[in-house]
């Protein structure tokens, strides 16, 4: 039932800044967890940035002090601010949310690609 749809992807130059959006159909607090993974040509999917109901956030030691998760309660939506993009973060993003309930459940958007040009 619950939709995740992600925006804003496209080709950045090197250094340069995108950010990321994650609409979800519902409350964004009706998840225990939501983040962002993202997956390279011929490599597996990695997670990136996690931030729970409570507010830890995590993050992915490659993405570290470049990219920052945030949300917006009134809009129901996850962002991924992408700082210093690097060729090496040219992937598939795709927005994740693990549901705590009746059933426990992930959902995932259809993804979104980045690409950045050397």
């Known amino acids: 039932q619950v939709q995740l749809v992600e925006s804003g992807g496209g080709l950045v130059q090197f250094g340069g800044s995108l950010r990321l959006s994650c609409a979800a159909s519902?409350?964004?607090?009706?998840?225990?967890?939501m983040g962002w993974y993202r997956q390279a040509p011929e490599k597996q999917r990695e997670l990136v940035a996690t931030?729970?109901?409570?507010?830890?956030?995590n993050y992915a030691d490659s993405v570290k002090d470049r990219f920052t998760i945030s949300r917006d309660r009134a809009k129901n939506t996850v962002y991924l601010q992408m700082n210093s993009l690097k060729p090496e973060d040219t992937a598939v993003y795709y927005c994740n949310g693990l549901h705590l309930g009746v059933p426990t459940y992930d959902s995932w958007g259809q993804g979104i690609q980045v690409t950045v040009s050397s």
């Open positions: 931030i729970t109901s409570y507010g830890t956030i």
């Open positions: 519902e409350s964004i607090f009706s998840f225990h967890r």
